[in-house]
Structures are given as structure tokens and as C-alpha cells.
């Protein structure tokens, strides 16, 4: 069975910092890409970050460059985010995507973030 599974989301103040996780199964994971998007409420899903497969190349939206890092640890088939300096507009629901062309696309089923000013 195909899974992706974040966790590592939580209530935390401004200025706080969280790491999510995105743990795969069923798939080979060194494969895929990996995204981390989010919708916060009202608001259409957004790409914040990923991490390419082979070279671990990196892409970040302007909104969380600076802030947050994206890493990942094939051997444990796990994907993270690291966020730091968070702000009420980051929170969301996080989700994590993992993409290999037309062979597949993957989905968890989030994990919230909840920012206090």
C-alpha cells in the first residue's frame, strides 16, 4: 500500500520553529520528488518547497525562502521541513507530495499548523 505520512505539525507562537515529517511506504522513494505544499483556510493549495530526487536540488517559494528547509533521508524513505521564524500567515494545512512523472502522484493527508501572533 502506497502511503505518505506527515506529522510534525503543532501550535506554536510567532517566532517558533517546527519540523515536519513526511514518512513513504510502498514506492520507491529515492525515486520521487518531493513537495511540501499547504493551503491555509480559504486559500488555494500552494508548492512551497521540494527536494529532486538524485541531486537533492532545491526549490523554494519567496514566501518561506530563508526560513525553511527542506531535506531528506532516503534511507529512512522520510522527508522534512524544517521551519523556523514562524509567522501567522504560515499557518496551514502541510501536505506532502511525492512525483515521478506520469508513473505517479502521491498525497498524504496533512498534518496543521497553527501560528499564534
Known amino acids: 500500500e502506497i502511503q505518505l505520512v506527515e506529522s510534525g505539525g503543532d501550535l506554536v507562537q510567532a517566532g517558533g520553529s517546527l519540523r515536519l515529517s513526511c514518512a513513504a511506504s510502498g514506492f520507491s522513494f529515492d525515486d520521487y520528488a518531493i513537495g511540501w505544499f499547504r493551503q491555509a483556510p480559504g486559500k488555494e493549495r500552494e508548492e512551497i518547497s521540494c527536494?529532486?530526487?538524485?541531486?537533492?536540488?532545491?526549490y523554494y517559494a519567496d514566501s518561506v525562502k530563508g526560513r525553511f528547509t527542506i531535506s531528506r533521508d532516503d534511507a529512512k524513505n522520510t522527508v522534512y521541513l524544517q521551519m523556523n521564524d514562524l509567522k501567522p500567515e504560515d499557518t496551514a494545512v502541510y501536505y506532502c507530495?511525492?512525483?515521478?512523472?506520469?508513473?505517479?502522484?502521491?498525497w498524504g493527508q496533512g498534518t496543521l499548523v497553527a501560528v499564534s501572533s
Open positions: 527536494i529532486s530526487s538524485s541531486d537533492g536540488l532545491t
Open positions: 507530495n511525492a512525483a515521478l512523472g506520469l508513473v505517479g502522484d502521491y
